[in-house]
């Protein structure tokens, strides 16, 4: 652990003499101070209460190569299923950190879909407005090492009453023969006013060395907007990623952000959610189906700040084999936040003894005149319900599957993508070992 | 079609089934009547397969096979239908998905292609009709919020569509009105043929007013105790239980 962090301390002088010229930048401002925060803080431990549940030791040990080389020579055969082909979208894709521009879509007419670098060079206001304002780094060590490193992910940014056309997809490929590699993206997601878009998120290894991704996505969704985000994890049982997103809401907006957790060896996904202004919507919605050796940790916050704002959070767990899960959700309700209305439920299934889920809700409550509620359950599957499908001539191992799907199905939430949708029936059938189809 | 010898079976240690014999050919209706605990819903989940009963002797052949080495959905696919007395809510399965898995599921075992979307559709209006039912109910979650009515319509509706050789209805009747009563009987009495046979299992004789059985049988304390025709089951409405457990004694 030591070791890794010394090397990224020090290969940060390497990063810096390669920004020509930027250095005195405020936003190399910024990166300095951060790197700081993160020399102080170091990698987060089990000894941190926010991680006690989540052990990073095991994948820090790796000798990680943290500026790998870009890979041209992929094609997009190669890579074509781990992307919605069969719908028109944008596209921003990276390879090993690196933008790809020919495996990339992007556009400037009407909004602006492209890179964070991109950002860097010709949006000082977007820049200057949002980067490193919506993600906090007060006791957040992995948001403060990628903000020191910050240089590449994808920018969007939609003006004023714009509605993207068509899906975004962001993409994340990883791919070494090598060493194992970290990768550190850095995505700034602006809505103004009345705008709208969908952002469908990915990162996936494309073969089995180890890579380590620590992502930060900021995202602003203004005032009457409306954004509806997927975060589609299937990657590889040797791929880690600790993923930080931050939203502000803004007046009467709509956030919508579903997770969907299958593969990577572990997972963290921090997702914090500040509702800033009156009448915000939220919800978070998330389905983890995990096995052998795999680890997946929930991090919400829903932090209301301001009165009639409502956020739903439905959380459901799968997990097999030794798996382990974790679901930390906090809601905090500040004392001016009157009327808010604040839901979360989580739900397990466990189909192994070895499996195990550690379950938090955590709801701070400071204003009188709320409706909060929390709920979790831990359970194994219905034995009736599976003789019932069974006597119906449906085999046990498709009729744990059907149930299992059944089970999660409420917290796919509204995936209004149909591809997606059918995208990730597949997964989870995939997943389940079986070959159904979940729809009718 | 449906040979039970001798059956005997337990539940935790506890005799439940304690020698049935029963035989049903095809084309028939049986009736299964008898007092609360005396067995009747254990042989239905028997012969269904639920594996919390342990069977310590006799057989069950169905179409010349011997069923109890076979899973419960085996079972289903070579055209066993039990119609639950207590049909289990599953929140987040729709009634039409839960039946496309299901019919082609079977077909899959039987070594057929799967029924197209268009035919599965176009057989479970045909279905519904035979049940007025209306066609909302097909993307309904399966039972969820079903009130007792419609869960035993449901019932019937599934075994109109999975075409089975044999039903088990098992107490089907029990808390319909008499206008859900007709409609689940006419269902029921479209469904047979000259192929397939029907056992019903009842409290009461009301039922079998619409269903008319060709045998009566009644179950006491885990044993067919008496068989009849349907004037047996007049006779049990009428006279109640207690005629028959004092025949029994003094045999």
Redesign the interface.
Known sequence: MEELKDKLESSYIVFENELNGESDTPVHKMRRDALENFEQLGFPTKRNEEWKYTNLKPILKADYKLFPKQEDDIEFKDVKKYFLNEIDSYKVVFINGVYSSWLSETTHQGYDICTFGNALRKYPDAIDGYFNKIAKQDGQAMVSLNTAFASEGAFIRVPKNKVVDKPIQIIFFNTTNDREIMVQPRNLIILEQGAKAEIIERHQSLNDVPVLTNAVTEVSVGANAELHYYKLQNDRHTSSLVDNTWIDQHRDSVAKFSTFSFGGRITRNNLHFGLKEENCLTYMNGVTIIGENQHVDHHTLADHLVPHCESHELYKGIYDSNATGVFNGKIVVHKDAQKTNAFQQNDSVLLSDRATVDAKPQLEIYADDVACSHGCTVGQL?E??L??????????K??RA??M??????ALGEVDILELRKKVNMLIAKKLGVN?D??? | MLNIKNLHANIEEKQILKGINLEVKPGEVHAIMGPNGSGKSTLSSVIAGREDYDVSEGSIDFLGENVLDLSPEERAQLGIFLSFQYPIEIPGVSVSNFLKTSINEIRKARGQEPMSAADLLKKMREKLKVLEMDKSFLSRSLNEGFSGGEKKRNEIFQMAMLEPKLAILDETDSGLDIDALRIVANGVNKFRSEDNAVVVITHYQRLLDYIVPDVVHVLMNGKIVKSGDKSLALELEDKGYDWIKQEVASI
């Open positions: 219905d009736e319900a003789f019932y499908m069974r006597s119906r001539g449906i085999a046990e498709e009729a059907l149930l799907y059944a089970f999660a199905s409420d159904l979940f729809e009718l």
